[in-house]
């Protein structure tokens, strides 16, 4: 919510000014419009002035702590700009109106534990509507489940229709079940968690890993709402098998590039920020 912030994160001088200008003008013509942002470790103690200004345009504002790696492999998201468990918690705690929604949300989603040990989890990897009530298509003409999962697509930018890959192809993918024993299978809090085939397929390159930082910030927030929660420890030792890791400590643990490439890791803790140049006219 400030030039400087806004354009640390952008790396594009003058986008600050833009955006705003932007945003009036939809809010000018009546464009139905909602206002979202990533909170990182250089912007989130400026969330509560950008929901205000916000509000102040009669939008809704959301924010989200999670943070995926770049689609590119370009860069890894955890050392400088993912939020830990603790701050993201933090987040949360400032704004009532999000607990009271969290905490709805878990009384209504979030089962006992014994049952979900009992029932052992879905049969199926994708219980999302990844492919099922949505889509994307890349610029390259690639039809995709979601915007995360990007290693299976069908091609319509020739021979392939839509139809063929919505009726066909996507429901075999959907069809995967389990071929692990993960803990997120039978964990009474995945509905509460930011992990997903999808970000886990880009975080590590399987769809069926755990996200360890998203797996902290689960249980941050489960005990902020719940209180106590049968068969788990605030600081998700439970499912990760040892000490509590938060986002800041999760990156070494990574596997391998899960964006469709078969680039290794960027390095722990650096930011590889490249904007390309338009190719000369002629």
Same mark, same amino acid.
């Given at each position: 919510m400030t030039r400087e912030t806004y354009e640390r994160v952008t790396r594009v001088p003058g986008s600050y000014d833009k955006c705003l200008a932007g945003i009036q003008r939809l809010v000018d013509r009546?464009?139905?419009?909602?206002?979202?942002?990533?909170?990182?470790?250089?912007?989130?103690?400026e969330i509560p002035a950008m929901e205000d200004y916000?509000?102040?345009?009669?939008?809704?504002?959301?924010?989200?702590?999670?943070?995926?790696?770049?689609?590119?492999?370009?860069?890894?998201?955890?050392?400088?700009?993912q939020l830990t468990a603790d701050q993201a918690l933090e987040l949360d705690l400032q704004n009532p109106e999000r607990m009271r929604d969290l905490k709805e949300f878990c009384e209504k989603f979030v089962p006992p534990a014994a049952a979900a040990a009992?029932?052992?989890? /879905?049969?199926?990897?994708?219980? +999302? !509507?990844? #492919?099922?009530?949505?889509?994307?298509?890349? %610029?390259?003409?690639?039809?995709?489940?979601?915007?995360?999962?990007?290693?299976?697509?069908?091609?319509v930018s020739g021979d392939g229709r839509f139809t063929d890959g919505w009726r066909t192809y996507f429901p075999a993918l959907r069809a995967r079940k389990w071929q692990s024993h993960s803990v997120c299978r039978r964990c009474s809090l995945i509905s509460l968690c930011s992990s997903?085939?999808?970000a886990a397929e880009m975080e590590t390159g399987d769809i069926e890993a755990m996200v360890p930082g998203f797996c902290s910030i689960t249980h941050a927030r489960?005990?902020?709402?719940?209180?106590?929660?049968?068969?788990?420890?605030p600081d998700a030792s439970c499912?990760?098998?040892?000490?509590?890791?938060?986002?800041?400590?999760? /990156?070494?643990?990574?596997?391998? +590039? !899960?964006? #469709?490439?078969?680039?290794?890791?960027?390095? %722990?803790?650096?930011?590889?920020?490249?904007r390309r140049r338009p190719a000369a006219a002629g």
């Open positions: 009546g464009v139905p419009l909602t206002l979202k942002t990533v909170a990182l470790t250089w912007n989130h103690r916000a509000r102040g345009l009669g939008l809704e504002f959301r924010f989200d702590s999670a943070l995926n790696p770049r689609v590119d492999c370009g860069a890894n998201r955890n050392g400088e700009l009992a029932t052992g989890g /879905s049969d199926f990897v994708y219980t +999302c !509507g990844a #492919g099922q009530t949505s889509f994307t298509v890349d %610029p390259y003409g690639h039809l995709q489940m979601c915007q995360l999962s990007r290693r299976q697509s069908y091609d997903c085939p999808g489960a005990f902020a709402a719940m209180g106590d929660v049968e068969n788990h420890r499912c990760l098998g040892g000490p509590g890791q938060n986002m800041a400590d999760s /990156s070494a643990s990574s596997g391998a +590039c !899960g964006g #469709g490439c078969d680039q290794p890791p960027a390095t %722990p803790g650096l930011i590889q920020i490249e």
